[in-house]
């Protein structure tokens, strides 16, 4: 059932991947003051960018759950909040090595878009806890998509209050001089992201997949042990 | 609807009143963390952004204790199956739950500015007072908006106590950050209300958005 | 009243019901038996709306389980194990806190905490009284708003027999309602039953009416 189209899109990905590694290695241009480390920037920033699109792609998948009351969407929704958390580490991993090659320090709290996106990551890591110490399905499938929903629509608000708030000392990339970066940055930077966002969504499926076939394995399990007639 | 959330929040008041369980609990909880505080920073007066922070985050943390136990009766009495079975809208339990949380903060507001203006501000309280209270009042809201449905969403799990702080405190980051900035240029030496709409802007905003959400997905919450 | 066919409700993996078939005539008695873990709670639970049926169909009063569940609310009266008061607040203030929410007024209140005997120790809080006074007051709160369907689960555990009586007329055979009682009292249950629905490990072993002996066979 999530099966369809796999095919392709792994393919897609692989080449996807495969072209913005080499666009980041061969083709964008090296940094004068930061160095090789720059380039890091081509990872962490679409990685930042899929993981929140997630995030929200997780809320969105929860109020179409709570709106049908059909479980599918539930799990397609806690497996796009889930890989988005394992995205979050790398994007808050990344983010400090470019701090530390940027302005010297494991951590900086003047860079708005990385302190916002810690508070996000603190937040949804409370999504397994909760969701997982509720013990009947149904109730756990709904509670965590009420979750879901309202840290999407928390995400937002954080973001404009921290940066309200911070002075700016990091490069915005898409807002500086209209979204436009120098020359080969762009279409290297556009790469990445598109390598990313194939990536998390081909996990996705396979995930998914995955889940699905060990749900079915468990009930055509559950089936054949109730074909044993109850002693009465 | 409006009845319903009335009776529940008088039944709420009446409860508090009798078992004083949250309200002294939060504010002598402030009053502690103010100590806390001039130990642990070694001041005796604070002012500007040191004094705004020290007294929000005292705040937001009181506030967790309150909200911990804000489903307290209904998860240890059986109160919540009370509610189901009779002819009210869900909706009416949060309005009267946060409402009942709005409340309680007031109450230890009431005790805790002046306490900290007492204990650890440095410049006067009095002047700014009037600038001050549409801070307090719009976080109020947002903070009772939030707790109620985060404390909904704890009462089903087998930790509610521990759920409600680890959930809270991220949701409540915008509230501290817009509430802590404007309160910021009105406790300095020299105060003035500078930005001061420009926060109350953002308060207003996420309060907004919260109840609203709130509301949209309460019902789906605590029935089963 | 109510009209049952293959009733199901599953906690996860396990089945709480499963196959739950019969139908309650209005003004009638349904005795519902079984032992421990049977699933006899969870029935009636579903009965009263509180937990949302899996599978099956369920009707109730004319409204079906689980999308028109808010239409019970009214008309079911649920006396379950838990009293569903406050403890810290006395039995006047429970009952008037139902009553706002089902939009009686304190007159009502007050003839319930005379028809159950309790008028002299209404204002004292509950966690000063005894178990069964507390029962007492549960009644009144299950039959404050005068439901046409009680939903009984062992409502005369800790009563005393004096009690027992002084109750009859509000939810027993004659107070003229439609009734699901659950016991383990199979010997009183079936008195004053019209109907039995034996449950064993949430499946139905019959419904219809039955003997004393064909219900203690479900708990060997």
Redesign the interface.
């Known amino acids: 059932m999530y099966s369809k189209g796999f095919k392709p899109l792994s393919v897609a990905t692989v080449v996807a991947v495969a072209t913005a590694l080499a666009l980041i290695f061969f083709y964008a241009p090296l940094d004068a003051d930061q160095g090789f480390v720059q380039k890091i920037f081509y990872v962490h920033v679409p990685m930042a960018m899929v993981s929140l699109g997630g995030f929200v792609a997780g809320g969105l998948m929860a109020i179409r759950h709570l709106r049908s009351g059909d479980p599918s969407w539930d799990v397609r929704s806690y497996v796009a909040i889930h890989l988005s958390i394992i995205l979050g580490v790398g994007v808050l991993v990344t983010g400090s090595i470019w701090a530390r090659a940027s302005w010297g320090h494991w951590w900086v709290w003047d860079e708005p878009v990385l302190v916002s996106f810690l508070i996000v990551f603190l937040l949804y890591c409370v999504y397994y806890p909760l969701r997982f110490s509720i013990e009947d399905p149904e109730r756990q499938a709904r509670y965590s998509s009420v979750f879901a929903i309202t840290a999407g629509a928390f995400v937002p608000l954080n973001f404009l209050a921290v940066r309200l708030a911070q002075a700016y000392t990091h490069p915005r990339v898409l807002s500086q001089t209209g979204g436009n970066l120098p020359g080969e940055m762009r279409p290297t930077f556009l790469v990445s992201l598109v390598a990313m966002t194939l990536l998390f969504v081909t996990l996705w499926k396979l995930e998914l997949t995955s889940k699905h076939a060990s749900a079915q394995l468990k009930s055509l399990r559950r089936k054949l042990a109730a074909r044993e007639p109850a002693a009465v | 609807m409006i009845r319903a959330a009335r009776a529940i929040l008088a039944k709420d008041l009446r409860l508090e009143l009798r078992t004083k369980e949250s309200v002294p609990a939060m504010t002598l909880f402030t009053l502690t963390v103010y100590v806390l505080f001039h130990f642990g920073l070694d001041r005796n007066s604070l002012d500007g952004s040191l004094a705004a922070g020290v007294l929000w985050v005292t705040l937001l943390l009181a506030a967790v204790v309150g909200v911990a136990r804000l489903f307290a009766a209904e998860r240890e009495q059986g109160g919540i199956e009370g509610l189901l079975l009779a002819p009210v809208d869900l909706t009416a339990l949060f309005v009267a739950k946060a409402a009942a949380l709005f409340l309680f903060l007031c109450a230890v507001e009431l005790v805790a500015l002046p306490a900290f203006a007492l204990l650890l501000l440095g410049p006067d309280l009095l002047d700014p007072l009037p600038e001050l209270l549409p801070v307090l009042l719009l976080a109020n809201l947002g903070v009772a908006a939030v707790g109620a449905l985060v404390a909904a969403l704890a009462t089903a799990t087998r930790a509610p106590e521990l759920i409600v702080t680890l959930l809270l405190l991220p949701l409540l980051v915008p509230v501290l950050i817009a509430s802590a900035q404007a309160t910021e240029p009105l406790v300095r030496s020299d105060p003035s209300a500078d930005e001061l709409g420009r926060w109350l802007g953002v308060l207003t905003l996420y309060d907004v958005v919260f109840v609203l959400l709130s509301v949209a997905v309460f019902d789906f919450l605590l029935e089963d | 009243m109510i009209d049952l066919d293959g009733l199901r409700r599953h906690?996860?993996?396990r089945v709480a019901l499963e196959g739950i078939t019969v139908r309650v005539e209005e003004g009638a008695t349904l005795a519902v038996l079984g032992p421990n873990g049977a699933g006899k709670s969870t029935l009636l639970r579903v009965l009263?709306?509180?937990?949302?049926p899996?599978g099956g169909s369920a009707t109730v009063m004319g409204a079906s389980l689980p999308d028109e569940r808010?239409r019970l609310?009214?008309h079911?009266g649920?006396l379950?194990h838990?009293?569903?008061?406050?403890?810290?607040?006395s039995g006047r203030?429970n009952l008037d806190?139902?009553a706002?929410?089902?939009?009686l007024d304190g007159e009502r209140v007050e003839e319930l905490l005379a028809a159950v005997g309790m008028e002299g120790r209404a204002d004292e809080?509950l966690r000063d009284l005894s178990r069964g006074m507390v029962q007492r007051l549960a009644v009144a709160?299950a039959v404050l708003h005068d439901p046409p369907l009680l939903l009984l689960d062992e409502p005369r555990s800790h009563l005393d027999p004096g009690a027992g009586e002084a109750l009859e007329p509000l939810i027993g055979r004659a107070s003229g309602r439609t009734r699901v009682l659950a016991s383990h009292d199979v010997d009183g249950a079936l008195d004053e039953a019209d109907l039995a629905l034996g449950l064993?490990?949430g499946?139905q072993?019959f419904a219809r009416r039955a003997t004393p002996r064909e219900a203690r066979e479900l708990y060997r």
């Open positions: 906690y996860g993996e009263a709306g509180l937990l949302r899996h808010w609310h009214a079911v649920y379950g838990e009293p569903l008061l406050y403890r810290e607040l203030e806190y139902h706002r929410l089902h939009g809080p709160r064993r490990d499946r072993a």
